[in-house]
C-alpha cells in the first residue's frame, strides 16, 4: 500500500513539474506571446496553470492524509469523511497558493514543507510569467 502512495505522489509531482515547465518555456504560450496587446487564451492558460497546481497539491495533501494527519482544523485534528479530507485538502491548497493562508487548517509535520514549496511557486509563478512576458516583448521590439 505504501508503495501505491508513493506512486501517485510521484505522478501528481511529475505532472505538476511537466505542466509547469510547458506554461514557462512551451511552444503554447510562446504562440500567445507572439500577438500584440491583450490576449484573453492567454489569461486562460494561465487560470488553467493555477488550477492544476492547486489540484495537484490538494491530491498530495490528500494522498499523504489517508497515511498520517498533515492538516488539522483550528489546531484540532477533526475525524472527517473521505471527501470532507478532499474538500480540505483542495481548500487549503488553493488558499496556501494564493497565499492567503486564513489559519483555520493548518499543516503539521511533512505538510509543512509541502505547504511552503506550493506558497514559493505561487509567489514564482506570476513573476515567471511577467518576466517571460517582457523579454518577448523585448525580443519582438528588437527584431
Known amino acids: 500500500m505504501e508503495y501505491v502512495v508513493w506512486f501517485?505522489?510521484?505522478?501528481?509531482?511529475?505532472?505538476l513539474g511537466k505542466s509547469l515547465f510547458d506554461f514557462i518555456h512551451g511552444e503554447q504560450l510562446q504562440h500567445y506571446m507572439?500577438?500584440?496587446?491583450?490576449?484573453?487564451e492567454l489569461f486562460y492558460v494561465l487560470i488553467m496553470i493555477y488550477c492544476i497546481v492547486i489540484i495537484g497539491f490538494g491530491l498530495i495533501y490528500f494522498?499523504?492524509?489517508?497515511?498520517?494527519?498533515?492538516?488539522?482544523?483550528?489546531?484540532?485534528?477533526?475525524q472527517v469523511s473521505v471527501f470532507g479530507s478532499l474538500m480540505h485538502s483542495l481548500y487549503f491548497s488553493g488558499v496556501t497558493i494564493l497565499t492567503i493562508g486564513y489559519g483555520d487548517i493548518t499543516p503539521i509535520g511533512v505538510g509543512r514543507l509541502i505547504a511552503i514549496v506550493q506558497a514559493l511557486i505561487g509567489y514564482i509563478l506570476p513573476t515567471a510569467?511577467?518576466?517571460?512576458?517582457?523579454?518577448?516583448?523585448?525580443?519582438s521590439r528588437d527584431q
Open 63 to 78: 494522498v499523504l492524509s489517508m497515511q498520517a494527519p498533515i492538516l488539522v482544523e483550528h489546531g484540532e485534528l477533526k
Open 34 to 40: 507572439r500577438r500584440r496587446g491583450f490576449s484573453l
Open 8 to 15: 501517485l505522489i510521484g505522478a501528481i509531482v511529475f505532472i
Open 129 to 139: 510569467f511577467v518576466l517571460r512576458l517582457v523579454q518577448r516583448h523585448d525580443q
